[in-house]
């Protein structure tokens, strides 16, 4: 049976020779019949990846041609097939964002890593977060906090020295961002069927941007997150290598 593969490339000139090596060794077709895509670039390029092909149900193979690489398998030019037809498969759902802004307009996207709520001036923000329509903390006042899955726990999340999380779990890393008050505190684990509400207090005075992965959105008074369990991303990984292992590896680098 023949495999039809879509090569996608960032802009990057090593993702781009890449791109040009893979399809005249093995074709290209259109991402809409292929029956695998396989994404050339980094994690960047991957998150873009599976934000661009939502809708298909050919699953992606990434090839590392960036700088991280996290999501992505190690580049070869040979026996590509073999490797898909024995790649194992890893389902990621992604988390949806409603935000209101300062003007009354409402706005929607997804975030494969996580939502990040950031301070857009000199002075910190101050959050008031409900989970499930319960209010759980009157005021953070913080550089931000964010909301990441499991699959985007090892990203900013960790930067910001949330916890790592396996990718079975069923929860999500709430984190705070260089917290003041409480001085700190460093956030919350819940459910993966949770819904977190952000409040923005003082937003003219202290004023907060929304980011869903690379999608932001200025001035937001109120942001609404929870896991969109209806939408399935599916990734390979070669066997031995998959996100399960990264997770784990990366807590003993």
């Known amino acids: ?27 290209n077709a259109a991402k809409e019949e292929a029956d695998v895509i396989v994404a050339l670039g980094g994690d960047g390029f ?15 193979y990434g090839m590392n041609r960036g700088t991280i690489g996290f999501l992505m398998n ?9 490797r898909l037809m024995a790649a194992e498969e890893e389902i990621i759902n992604p988390l949806s964002m409603g935000a209101l802004d300062i003007e ?21 923000a101050k959050l008031k977060i409900s989970v499930d329509e319960r209010q759980r903390m009157a005021e953070l006042v913080c550089d931000g906090a964010l909301v990441s899955t499991p699959a985007g726990s090892t990203a900013y999340n960790y930067s910001a020295h949330g916890p790592i999380l396996p990718i079975g779990s069923d929860v999500l890393a709430l984190t705070a ?14 459910p993966s069927n949770a819904t977190v509400r952000f409040d923005v207090l003082e937003p003219e005075k202290r004023p907060v941007i929304a980011a869903a992965d690379s999608v932001s959105f200025a001035n937001v008074v109120q942001v609404e997150i929870a896991t969109q369990t209806k939408i399935r991303h599916k990734i390979l990984f070669d066997p031995g290598h998959g996100l399960e292992e990264r997770l784990i590896s990366e807590q003993f680098t």
Request: net charge positive; proline share 5%.
């Open 1 to 27: 049976m023949t495999t039809r593969i879509a090569f996608l490339a960032s802009r990057a000139p090593v993702a781009q020779s890449a791109h040009a090596a893979m399809v005249a060794r093995y074709g």
């Open 46 to 60: 991957m998150l873009d990846t599976l934000h661009d092909t939502i809708d298909l149900a050919a699953p992606v």
């Open 74 to 82: 190690e580049y070869s030019e040979v026996d590509l097939i073999a």
């Open 104 to 124: 009354g307009q409402r706005h929607r996207a997804l975030a494969i890593n996580e939502v990040s709520l950031l301070r857009a001036g000199p002075q910190a």
């Open 177 to 190: 961002i260089a917290a003041f008050r409480p001085r700190r505190w460093r956030g919350a684990l819940l």
